[in-house]
């Protein structure tokens, strides 16, 4: 049986007061900041043997479209199913043209409804034909972990035709009447048998089909099970994980973003090196990429200085700046912490130590070259630099134009501070760094 799956994104996420649908609101910050909708993707595409994905998306022709574009964005080009959808007559499946196992599948978009069910009805109607397991989700689970699919795709093939995931209930529920501050407690539920649900649910297609036929608007369920289980169906549970958390509330969404900051650390160490001559705005771009990055500053001045003020002679600063600030990257990338590098770099033994850096640590290397084509706007910005380090002393005008410059062979930017803003700078490398 192949395996299809409905990932419903119709919600309009009023609770988070995002302003837009929920899908759509972005998850972390920086380069690893991407919409809901597309970690949920990700995160589903790993489900072994998953031939199909119908994205069920808000209704309206503005946020479906915003979808679309979200999805081919950040997934590449939308693959439709070559099948065509409607019932498998009972689960049985078409072998002729079925994917190959290593085939990614296909990807499609449809518009919801004004229910939940009615969304699910949605994306189980543009299910293909030789679909004959059918998991329904919600993208607001979008870091659900792959294991989670796997163990509700096992317990259909082994024959239980409705499968949830759920966590055993910590605390204790009381069932209460009446309205308003004051309610009154009816019973106290016993909690080793309680469970709260999760997604993705799995089902027998023709198990689900049944029960939308039988259980559309009697009762407003909350889930595709419950209404396998007013149709006089059976549903097993296996367990869950408190990543598939659903991301409802301002709360949630932080605690899904230091998610996303945790695993990026771990994937792949970020290294980003700065270089310019004096006077072009390195470090008050490296200050504001490192705020938007969360970012370790390594500032050659402030090195230098500290080496000048522990005794080492004035003619031995420059090399031995460069080598404790290479450490120091080096510290911070080997507990996967974004490094922004901030020095001249003038020569190419300094740009060879930074990229043999990278290699070495396995960090994603940006090397971003600065300079300011208004020589009246760069030469005013040299003359009024007041130095913020303590015996710093600033190099002159004459100084800066006395160094030999080489634009950086390779450098994934080029930026021209005359030209450019700081806070475009600053999006601009933001946008290299993924």
């Not at 799956?5 to 380069?31: D, N």
């Not at 598939?244 to 932080?254: F, I, M, R, S, W």
């Not at 500053?297 to 600063?317: F, I, K």
Request: glycine content about 10%; hydrophobic content about 45%.
């Amino acid at each position: 049986m192949n395996v299809g799956l409905v990932l419903v994104a119709a919600g309009q996420g009023t609770r988070l007061g995002a302003g837009m649908p929920k899908a759509l609101v972005p998850v972390g910050s920086g380069p690893t900041a991407r919409p809901l909708l597309v970690h949920a993707v990700e995160r589903v595409r790993a489900t072994a043997g998953l031939r199909h994905v119908v994205v069920v998306a808000p209704p309206d022709d503005a946020a479906l479209q915003q979808v679309r574009d979200v999805l081919q964005e950040h997934d590449g080009p939308l693959r439709a199913s070559s099948h065509p959808p409607g019932s498998s007559g009972g689960g049985s499946v078409a072998a002729a043209g079925s994917p190959e196992p290593d085939e990614a599948p296909t990807l499609d978009v449809v518009p919801g409804g004004a229910e939940r069910v009615d969304s699910v009805a949605a994306g189980l109607a543009a299910l293909p034909a030789d679909v004959g397991i059918i998991l329904v989700h919600d993208a607001a689970r979008a870091f659900t972990p792959p294991e989670v699919f796997e163990r509700v795709v096992h317990a259909v093939r082994s024959g239980h035709p409705a499968v949830v995931p759920a966590l055993p209930v910590t605390d204790t529920v009381k069932q209460v009447v009446g309205a308003g501050d004051v309610e009154r407690v009816t019973a106290t539920p016993d909690r080793a048998g309680l469970r709260a649900v999760q997604t993705p649910q799995g089902f027998l297609r023709e198990t689900l089909e049944r029960a939308h036929a039988q259980g559309r608007g009697e009762v407003r369920h909350t889930d595709d099970a419950g209404m396998v289980e007013a149709a006089g169906g059976h549903v097993a549970v296996v367990p869950g994980d408190p990543r598939a958390l659903k991301v409802t509330t301002p709360g949630d969404l932080e605690l899904a973003a230091r998610w996303v900051a945790d695993d990026h650390a771990e994937a792949e160490p970020l290294l980003v090196v700065l270089a310019g001559l004096p006077g072009v705005g390195k470090t008050t771009l490296a200050r504001a990429v490192c705020r938007r990055l969360a970012a370790a500053h390594v500032r050659v001045d402030t090195v230098e200085q500290a080496l000048v003020r522990g005794g080492t002679p004035s003619s031995e600063v420059g090399p031995q700046g460069y080598a404790v600030a290479l450490a120091l990257a080096a510290d911070q990338v080997a507990v996967r912490r974004p490094v922004v590098a901030d020095m001249v770099n003038a020569v190419p033994e300094a740009r060879a130590a930074w990229e043999s850096l990278a290699v070495d640590v396995g960090a994603r290397l940006v090397r971003v070259e600065l300079r300011c084509s208004d020589a009246s706007a760069h030469r005013s910005r040299v003359q009024g630099r007041v130095a913020d380090i303590d015996g710093h002393q600033v190099p002159t005008w004459e100084e800066v134009r006395s160094q030999d410059w080489s634009s950086w062979a390779g450098a994934e930017l080029t930026i021209d501070t005359a030209t450019t803003t700081v806070e475009d700078a600053t999006a601009l490398i933001e946008e290299a760094c993924r």
